[in-house]
């Protein structure tokens, strides 16, 4: 099955600076490729997502880059601000004709004032 | 604006009850998902269901069985709990998209339980 790796677990950034957070996938046929953040208490909700036949969105402050020959995606939200203190999660799918995500560990991301 | 409600925001129960969550969504979607979140471990899949009466394994089945007997309803079953299936459980729905498009997941509250 799929297996997707999430690093770091946890990340502290000074407000205003940029975050990185980087995943890999091992199943070369996945397609799709979201970002869900979950702030404290609540429910994970989709903040971006990237599908196979680009390299790159952006929305915002945050942006999502892919790499399909490395199997790497990351997620990158710069001039960061006390809200975007959450988790993150990364998922990838499996594509064959089911819906299926397969979600990485996490990052607890902390923005310090 | 999609929602997704959790019968039960925290439930404790003894080790060898029957726990039944529920999971209700009013948007006519056709995909339903329940999740584990454990910390450090994520979001693990425990079942999923494309159609009523239409269920498929996840990562983490053991232990756990499904009903989905009208389209907007995904019931999760702890036919015996254990002290490890202590977790957080999420309740997730989706829209049936074209074929190898996978559609934007929509959480619910989610349902704690605690089985002592």
């Known amino acids: 099955g799929e297996n997707v790796e999430q690093h770091p677990s946890t990340l502290s950034v000074q407000e205003g600076d940029s975050a990185v957070i980087k995943c890999t996938y091992s199943d070369s046929a996945s397609n799709y490729f979201p970002w869900y953040k979950q702030e404290l208490g609540k429910r994970p909700q989709l903040i971006i997502d990237i599908r196979s036949n680009v390299g790159e969105k952006k929305d915002q402050r945050i942006a999502v880059t892919l790499n399909k020959t490395a199997k790497h995606f990351s997620l990158h939200i710069t001039e960061t601000q006390p809200e975007d203190s959450a988790v993150y999660f990364c998922a990838a799918n499996i594509n064959f004709g089911n819906e299926k995500l397969t979600f990485g560990t996490g990052t607890r991301l902390t923005i310090i004032p | 604006d999609v929602k997704v409600t959790q019968s039960s925001r925290y439930l404790v129960k003894r080790t060898g009850e029957k726990v039944f969550l529920e999971c209700v969504q009013d948007?006519?979607?056709?995909?339903m998902f329940w999740y584990r979140q454990d910390p450090g471990l994520g979001l693990r899949l425990i079942y999923f269901?494309?159609?009523?009466?239409?269920?498929e394994k996840g990562d983490i089945p053991e232990g756990y069985s499904v009903s989905r007997e009208k389209k907007e309803r995904f019931s999760l079953i702890l036919e015996s709990a254990s002290t490890n299936q202590t977790s957080m459980y999420l309740c997730a729905s989706s829209l049936r998209l074209a074929a190898y498009f996978t559609g934007e997941l929509f959480f619910g509250e989610g349902s704690r339980l605690t089985v002592l």
């Open positions: 948007m006519d979607h056709e995909n």
């Open positions: 269901s494309y159609d009523v009466k239409m269920k």
